[in-house]
């Protein structure tokens, strides 16, 4: 058995080794006290008379703070480091626009502005709300309008969903003696309830059309008077038959489109989400043609082929494009995003994202060399006329 000292010196040497092994899962609270708190007194106060200088550590990397935005809209404050960024974190940086173009580091901050990803938040929001922003609507109609209280609670008020209620509009609307609307209904019905890109695509448009339309007053005005939307809506069903091979409805689906709307799209063409489809008579779009996302047509537009070869023989309409009233695009040619066609054009050849063609033929401002381009989207601003002043110097 070992002397009391020889203990005395073995338990302080043991205390010791305990308080600076790295393997001690102490609190957080108690990393920056001195190793003494794990000694009796007799062992503490011996170290009290000498301090033991604790080792150092090395320094903890570079920490930056972000502003983490969940999909709710609340700021989270989150702590990344950077010094070595994931793939996560690289995206996550990115997503943000930063008004300083200097990077991270430990001393510097950025400012991050979570606007544009407020502002998504928001239209999200706004589109998935928008049966319920119908129904609303419906309902508020029909009490300062007690008329329509039969037809909109048909439409509207009685329908379970929003595929439900576009299913009874359109088949009430293309029915005929020999088309009964209880069939059309069953055949929409199933197309919609299958295809839920299709309901998402006629979120977009409702949203699209309430933002650029001033005569839209309310979406449930747009969703069961707008021909212009319902016409896009029930080619989304017919191009979505045309591509299952169901040729035979889709073709007619088309004929009736064609009688109720005064617009001819063919089922084969291809069209985005976020059209609008202003006003909307005489639109004609043939077999192979495509129109991109966030378009805007106006009236008497014409895309259209050139002759009577088959295949690809039909325009490309690129993203938020704008195209005015009475115009004719012809031909497999090209408008490149982000375009503006001016009323009356007739366009024969491929026009540059983001200018403008005006005249018959039609012709780009500047010059097919140099020719001025825009940084705005006319499919979403809907500027007709600033162009007018740089095309012509008689200007009435």
Same mark, same amino acid.
Request: net charge neutral; proline share 6%.
């Given at each position: ?5 020889? &203990? &005395? ?46 080792? &150092? ?65 928001? &239209? ?273």
């Amino acid at each position: 058995m070992l002397p009391v000292t020889s &203990r &005395r010196h073995f338990s302080m040497s043991l205390y010791m080794l305990r308080s600076s092994s790295p393997h001690i899962n102490l609190h957080h609270h108690h990393r920056h006290s001195s190793s003494s708190f794990l000694l009796p007194s007799f062992v503490s106060s011996t170290f009290k008379q000498r301090p033991q200088t604790p080792p &150092r550590r090395p320094p903890p990397p570079p920490m930056a703070a972000c502003i983490d935005t969940c999909r709710t809209g609340k700021p989270q404050i989150s702590r990344r480091d950077t010094s070595n960024p994931t793939n996560d974190d690289v995206r996550y940086m990115n997503y943000f626009r930063s008004s300083s173009a200097s990077s991270f580091n430990g001393t510097q901050t950025r400012t991050l502005h979570t606007r544009p990803l407020l502002e998504d938040l928001d &239209r999200d929001a706004e589109i998935d709300d928008v049966w319920a922003k119908i129904r609303d609507e419906a309902k508020s109609d029909i009490e300062r309008e007690p008329i329509v209280s039969g037809y909109y609670h048909a439409s509207i008020v009685s329908q379970r969903s929003l595929e439900a209620a576009l299913a009874n509009t359109l088949s009430v609307k293309l029915s005929n003696l020999n088309l009964p609307s209880n069939t059309l209904f069953d055949l929409f019905s199933s197309v919609l309830n299958e295809s839920p890109e299709i309901v998402e695509s006629v979120k977009q448009d409702l949203l699209a059309v309430k933002e650029r339309d001033p005569a839209c007053i309310s979406y449930v005005h747009c969703f069961l008077h707008f021909k212009g939307f319902l016409a896009c809506q029930a080619h989304r069903i017919a191009h979505e038959l045309w591509t299952q091979d169901r040729k035979i409805l889709a073709l007619l689906i088309q004929n009736r489109v064609s009688e109720a709307f005064a617009v001819d799209f063919h089922p084969g063409a291809k069209i985005g989400t976020g059209v609008l489809l202003d006003h909307a008579t005489a639109i004609v779009i043939g077999e192979t043609a495509v129109v991109g996302n966030n378009v805007s047509i106006l009236h008497n537009v014409t895309l259209g082929g050139t002759g009577k070869q088959c295949g690809d023989r039909h325009p490309k309409i690129g993203d938020g494009v704008l195209i005015g009233a009475g115009t004719c695009i012809l031909g497999n040619i090209t408008i490149g995003e982000g375009a503006k066609i001016g009323a009356g054009s007739v366009v024969l050849k491929d026009v540059p994202p983001r200018t403008t063609a005006v005249g018959n033929p039609a012709r780009l401002l500047g010059g097919k060399d140099n020719p001025k381009t825009h940084d705005k989207i006319p499919g979403l601003i809907m500027d007709q006329t600033s162009h007018i002043s740089e095309w012509s110097d008689y200007v009435i």
